[in-house]
T-cell receptor, first 110, second 117 residues
């Protein structure tokens, strides 16, 4: 079992819909959680960070964290074709290094 | 540009040659990380530094790989006797650490894409 699990997708949603991306992790000592967006051939770009249970909203993005269930999610509202990318979930322990999932590929269809 | 900078962006080398990559982190960031990413996979941790000290190396990291951060600023990653399996994107990330804080975000450079032929 990988330390950080994501559905590989592809996830396809129509433009304007809500895209829901999920991530589970195995280390209960994990403290920091991040979502990165990665376009093909490019490096990961940080879009959200979350440290406490609950929801955190930033524009069209909402991150949700449930430490008891070891679950992190990312909601993208009003999805746009430019949101089409691979979304990487990253989890940090005390050491501060990130363990990444293999990403979920999102396609937003016009 | 005050982001993380990596050089070169692309490197093609013949099997058996040595290669060296450079990373310049965001200037106030004391932690620097190296990752490797292959197609369809997430970034895989290689090693990290706090200032000039190398604090952890992945158990998966071959002895052919070595990294330095001599003055606590830029870092180099060297791969000796490259193999075709070393072909990947090599990513550098940096962040700052705040005592007592939960954590801070890491920011990635553009990556160095290595192709071993």
């Amino acid at each position: 079992q990988k330390e950080v699990e994501q559905n590989s997708g592809p996830l396809s949603v129509p433009e304007g819909a809500i895209a829901s991306l999920n991530c589970t992790y195995s280390d209960r000592g994990s403290q920091s959680f991040f979502w990165y967006r990665q376009y093909s051939g490019k490096s990961p770009e940080l879009i959200m960070s979350i440290y406490s249970n609950g929801d955190k909203e930033d524009g069209r993005f909402t991150a949700q964290l449930n430490k008891a269930s070891q679950y992190v999610s990312l909601l993208i509202r009003d999805s746009q074709p430019s949101d089409s990318a691979t979304y990487l979930c990253a989890v940090n322990t005390n050491a501060g290094k990130s363990t990444f999932g293999d990403g979920t590929t999102l396609t937003v269809k016009p | 540009d005050t982001g993380v900078s990596q050089d070169p962006r692309h490197k093609i080398t013949k099997r058996g040659q040595n290669v060296t990559f450079r990373c310049d982190p965001i200037s106030e960031h004391n932690r620097l990380y190296w990752y490797r990413q292959t197609l369809g996979q997430g970034p895989e941790f290689l090693t990290y530094f706090q200032n000039e000290a190398q604090l952890e190396k992945s158990r998966l990291l071959s002895d052919r790989f070595s990294a330095e951060r001599p003055k606590g600023s830029f870092s180099t990653l060297e791969i000796q006797r490259t193999e075709q399996g070393d072909s990947a994107m090599y990513l550098c990330a940096s962040r700052t650490t705040i005592p007592g804080a939960q954590g801070t975000e890491a920011f990635f450079g553009q990556g160095t894409r290595l192709t071993v032929v």
